[in-house]
């Protein structure tokens, strides 16, 4: 009988970093894969990335929806609440062997949680990383709920087994979105921008900015000042530029309405926004823009791997590691964004780097899940038992 795994999946960028691993397990004898699909995937307004899974040929066994309006922090703690109880059910349903969890979104502790609870063994990708915002300490609750890891590198590791994660339930290192970038044809085509989005069609002839800009959410209240430093910033350099919609997270709604009125009342011919892309379609943008600009967790893994020079602005990624095309902007002011994009630009492509997995991940991973002995009670591993005398 093959192991069952089930994969959960909260949002666009979930899918980009574990559709490699999704394949590897489908295509192994011993394993059967199954998807849940969650958080904003089923979402219209977030492009129902959902469509571009089914579309890559998986089988979607479940949709779940948790999201409360507002994009508060009220709305993300009553949404956990939600989770817990909606994934429960789907667990009850397909009983899976394995469950798989990647990250640090809230959708992905409310399955934890709810795994956990079932008896349910949990695998999770890209554990014992550190970062800003509430993503922190999510990422470690859910390692801590975490049977096995997949941590994408070898200080991740350690961060996990000095958190008392035992060294042996350590499948491998590497983040599995290095797998895609590794095989993505880089060649970019107009045809990508023409089928999304709205604004300005993209020259690709020319140099062009990629930027992705979410909330922190320990800086609730702030986000919409950010963002208009950053849109002032892009407005003084004025290369034509391609921008992601936030996700959902607690002040995304502020983001959003201060785009829209920025790109009403400025008209800015050289802003071109996206709601949604194919993971491929995203690296081959990544991999081909002149400077990305922002505070994604893409910007740090997946463009080290190719060079692509990045102004990482704020803290929501504070504390992570950085290959060398990463130049930070912490104090998010639009003269500070400019002078880095334009000293990035200057610059050009670096060099490529493997810090966040060399390609082949995926495979590692799918062939761990095949012979883990899954268990669900977890211990504490000592790493020095002469503990010192507490006072």
Not at 124 to 140: N, P
Not at 211 to 228: L, R, V
Not at 230 to 240: C, M
Not at 287 to 304: L, M, T
Request: net charge neutral.
């Amino acid at each position: 009988m093959r192991r069952k795994i089930c994969v959960v999946l909260a949002d666009r960028a979930n899918y980009g970093r574990l559709k490699p691993v999704m394949k590897a397990i489908a295509n192994h004898q011993d394993l059967e894969l199954q998807v849940l699909v969650t958080g904003t995937m089923p979402l219209e307004r977030f492009g129902k990335a959902v469509n571009i899974v089914e579309q890559d040929g998986f089988r979607v066994d479940g949709q779940i929806f948790v999201e409360l309006e507002g994009s508060l922090p009220i709305t993300m703690a009553k949404s956990i609440g939600i989770g817990i109880i909606e994934v429960a059910n789907e667990f009850q349903r397909l009983n899976p062997d394995v469950v798989m969890i990647i990250g640090d979104k809230y959708e992905a502790l409310a399955a934890s949680i709810a795994a956990a609870y079932m008896n349910k063994c949990i695998v999770h990708i890209q554990g014992g990383e550190v970062s800003g915002s509430i993503d922190e300490s999510t990422r470690h609750a859910i390692s801590k709920f975490a049977h096995f890891h997949a941590p994408s590198t070898k200080r991740s590791a350690e961060y996990l087994i000095r958190m008392g994660e035992k060294p042996e339930t350590i499948l491998t290192i590497g983040c599995p979105s290095s797998d895609i970038a590794r095989l993505v044809d880089k060649k970019l085509s107009s045809e990508i921008f023409s089928q999304l989005g709205s604004g300005a069609i993209i020259d690709i002839s020319k140099p062009f900015l990629l930027t992705i800009f979410h909330p922190t959410t320990t800086e609730f209240g702030d986000e919409k000042h950010q963002i208009e430093e950053l849109l002032h910033a892009l407005n003084e350099i004025r290369i034509q530029t391609l921008l992601l919609w936030p996700n959902i997270d607690a002040g995304a709604d502020h983001i959003s309405k201060a785009i829209r009125v920025f790109r009403n009342i400025r008209k800015p011919e050289w802003l071109y926004t996206m709601t949604n892309v194919s993971p491929e379609s995203y690296l081959k943008i990544l991999s081909n823009a002149a400077c990305v600009i922002g505070n994604s967790s893409s910007f740090v893994r997946d463009a080290s791997y190719f060079g692509t020079p990045v102004v990482m602005i704020g803290s929501r990624q504070s504390g992570r590691e950085l290959a060398e095309s990463v130049v930070c902007v912490p104090n998010i002011r639009s003269a500070d964004i400019v002078k880095a994009i334009r000293n990035q630009l200057a610059h050009g492509a670096y060099k490529p780097s493997n810090l966040y997995g060399d390609g082949y991940v995926s495979e590692r991973i799918a062939e761990s899940l095949a012979k883990i002995n899954p268990y669900v009670q977890k211990k504490i591993s000592y790493v020095n038992d002469s503990s010192p005398e507490i006072k």
